[in-house]
């Protein structure tokens, strides 16, 4: 007797899907770059950043290698250092403390709010204390877009500036993604974001960008982006590094953002799918009025007591998931001195213990999504 076929397996980020509808552009677009041989700031480099700011609404837009070095471009034309305090999530990636500690300056790790997931205000006040208690000076905040929702920068925002502080978005997660009809790309002093392959908007390889709507930034930042050149290549007028997008990942970003906008809503409408099926079963996302996130992830809260025998339930069946972030950051080894605002971060040590994220991206059909609820529901019953 034949032993029953395993299930076959669901893709948690389906790229395949997206290439079998634009492929054969984003072929044609490779093969235009190939053609010119501009492969370091062609044609397309500019190309797309006009159309990225064009799509966002920010007024400058400088493209560069990766979102971390988005993020400690915008650190550097700051000229953050040792003494000065920027305060960050706790719950989030690593990069968007790293940078900060890469410029000799003090991360000051936030708890989250336990709906949004997104940086607590409260504890926002309470880092800054705590910053001031220790003698540093708070120069700056990096709000987290986490998992493609914007963070709340209407009082963010309102805060920093009582403050006297820049507010720096971390949308590596976002873009795309709006407030009230704002986009994301347009909120404080500049908005970084990433193109690595998962994100909503990902190139074929590592990609970033920073938006902003301030000229003299802007300016700044394309000459840090290229070794702090000033009139010219050989004009070095300060210390910068190497951080362009390729012209070829230009290209390619093209002919996504071509069809980004569709992307959002089959996103959006898929989330809308899973959380009508499984919000009695679960604690499915919370998404606050006015707000359109851009789903870079789909993160249930399940009992932390079962949340592995779920995930292997899950696996068995065919349905891959993933834990964003089993750690706080305030827990790691490389950043477990930095302080913490207040008396610690305990919502977001109970949310790496509970979250769990299932299959997203533009392309899941109804039916695969209906295997991913069934067994969802089966593992948690
Ligand atoms: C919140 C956050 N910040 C920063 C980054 C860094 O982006 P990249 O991988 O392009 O350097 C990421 C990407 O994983 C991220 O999720």
Known sequence: MNAPSAPEPIAFIDLAAQKKRIGPQVEAAIARVLEHGQYIMGPEVKAFEAQLGEFCGAKHVVSCASGTDALALVLMAKGVRTGDAILCPSFTF???????????????????????????????????????????????????????LAADYE????????????????????????????KVGTFGLATATSFFPAKPLGCYGDGGAILTDDADLAAILRSLRVHGQGSDKYDNVRIGMTARLDTIQAAILIEKLAVFADEIEARNRAATRYSAALADACV??????????????????????????IAATLKAAGVPTAVYYPMPLHKQVAYRHYPVAGNGLPVSEDLCRRVLSLPMHPYLTDEVQ????AAVRAAVG
């Open 94 to 148: 690593c990069a968007t403390a790293e940078v900060v500690a890469w410029l000799g300056a003090t991360p000051i790790f936030v708890d989250s709010d336990p709906q949004t997931f997104n940086m607590s205000i409260e504890s926002l006040k309470q880092g800054l204390a705590t910053a001031r208690g220790l003698g540093l000076k708070p120069v700056g905040v990096i709000p987290v877009d986490l998992f493609g």
């Open 155 to 182: 009082a963010i925002l309102a805060l920093a500036d009582a403050e006297g502080i820049w507010v720096m978005s971390d949308a590596a997660q976002s873009f795309g993604a709006s407030v009230k009809g704002r």
């Open 370 to 373: 209906d295997r991913v609820i």
């Open 284 to 309: 499915v996302p919370f998404v606050p009025a006015d707000h359109v996130s851009v789903w870079a992830q789909y993160t249930l809260l399940v009992d932390p007591e079962l949340r592995d025998a």
